[in-house]
Structure formats: C-alpha cells, structure tokens
C-alpha cells in the first residue's frame, strides 16, 4: 500500500541551529513532492514544490532535497527561530493523482 | 483580497441532522478539494472537483455529499449517514484543472463538533 512516513515525534531544537525534517514514502513514483507547514487550528500554508528530476530547492531559509531512489525528501531550516514552530507537512502524487499528505511532524524552535 | 474563505468557524451538529459547510474562493482556480484532519492525523481526501458541475469522491467520501454548481463554490454536507463527523475540515483549491500535483491554497478549516 502507498504510504508517507513522517517522525511521529516532535523536534526540539534550539533557536539558531538547523532543523531538519524527513519525509519517506512507498509504492509512489511522484513527479512532484511539496512541504506544507500548518499552525495550530489554521489551514495548511505552501512552502515549497521540488520535481522529480531536481535534487535541492531553496527559498531564503529553507531548503529541500529529493532522493528518487530513496525515496526520501528532507527538509531543512537554517537559522532557526521560535516563529518557525509549527507542524510540517509532506505531500505527494502519482502523476494523475490527488495529493497525498503526511501526518507531518511537530517542530519546537526554543530560544 | 484574494484567498479561500470557509464559514463557519465552529459547526454544530445534533444527531440525525445534515450540515453543511462553505467554501468560496476568489482566486479563479478550476479545482477544488475537501479533506478531514483529526488530531494527530493527516490529511484525509473526502472528494475533489476539476471543474464546474463534475466532482470525484476521494478517500472517505462515504457519509458526505457535494456539489460544484458554480466555479468559485465547493459546499460539503456532512450527512447523518456520517457516524464520526468530529473533526478539522479544510477546503482547497488549485490552479490547474488535472489538480494532481499542483500547489493547493488552503481556506482557514471549519471545526465541526457533534452535541
């Protein structure tokens, strides 16, 4: 069965160092996989979209990889601040396909 | 402004009872989706709609009903036939009609609790 593997467990970090997030998956061949961060009680907001035939995207303090074979993206915050706290969601399709999101993983950036 | 807006907030529903809820964007996309979040969970697809008049149920859809009777609407019932209707529901839309893969804009969730 497809699935989208995010740490169940939340991320402490200290304000100042890098977070990074993993996302795995099974049974996708996604052409596309994006990040979404959620806060508490609100709709998820996009981040970022990597294709499939790129290795890293950056935006400012943020940057993705992709591994195809894999099958893992990681997520990264450089610089971390306590406004960075919030779920991380990973999302990805079969070309044709709706989205699929993972369960996300909760980020704690402490000062 | 330009975005997704969903109302109402926090929904009511007594037992037996349809409710629905809105979702209305203004940003000209085709495709619109509805999913469930419950604590700790993810994203669940419950139907999704390319284009006007034509809508496909997702991965829960059993229990809910919708209709895309105009482009910038995507109203979602929640039927009595839904035994666990408690949760997070999020309305999204995104620009290209085939939506599979595209960035999806999120609307501010409705909260719907069962009394």
């Known amino acids: 069965s497809q699935k989208i593997e995010q740490n169940s467990e939340a991320l402490n970090i200290q304000e100042g160092k890098t977070a990074t997030l993993t996302c795995n998956y099974t049974?996708?061949?996604?052409?596309?996989l994006q990040w979404y961060r959620q806060d508490p009680g609100r709709g998820p907001v996009f981040l970022l979209l990597i294709r499939e035939n790129e290795k890293e995207k950056r935006k400012e303090r943020l940057k993705v990889t992709f591994d195809t074979t894999l099958k893992q993206s990681l997520f990264h915050i450089t610089a971390s601040q306590p406004a960075d706290s919030a779920t991380y969601l990973c999302?990805?399709?079969?070309?044709?396909?709706?989205?699929?999101f993972g369960k996300g993983t909760s980020l704690l950036v402490t000062p | 402004d330009g975005g997704i807006t969903q109302s109402p907030k926090y929904l009511f529903r007594k037992e037996g009872q349809n409710v629905t809820l809105s979702c209305e964007q203004n940003l000209n996309h085709d495709a619109m989706y509805w999913y469930r979040q419950d604590p700790g969970q993810g994203l669940r697809l419950i139907y999704y709609s390319q284009i006007v008049n034509d809508f496909q149920k997702g991965d829960i859809a059993e229990g809910y009903s919708v209709s895309r009777e105009k482009k910038e609407s995507f109203p979602l019932t929640v039927t009595s036939a839904q035994k666990n209707p408690t949760a997070f529901y999020l309305c999204?839309?995104?620009?290209?009609?085939?939506?599979?893969?595209?960035?999806?804009?999120f609307g501010p969730g409705t909260r719907l609790l069962v009394l």
């Open positions: 999204a839309s995104s620009i290209d009609p085939t939506g599979a893969s595209e960035t999806q804009y």
């Open positions: 049974n996708y061949s996604p052409a596309y």
């Open positions: 999302a990805l399709a079969n070309s044709g396909y709706a989205l699929n």
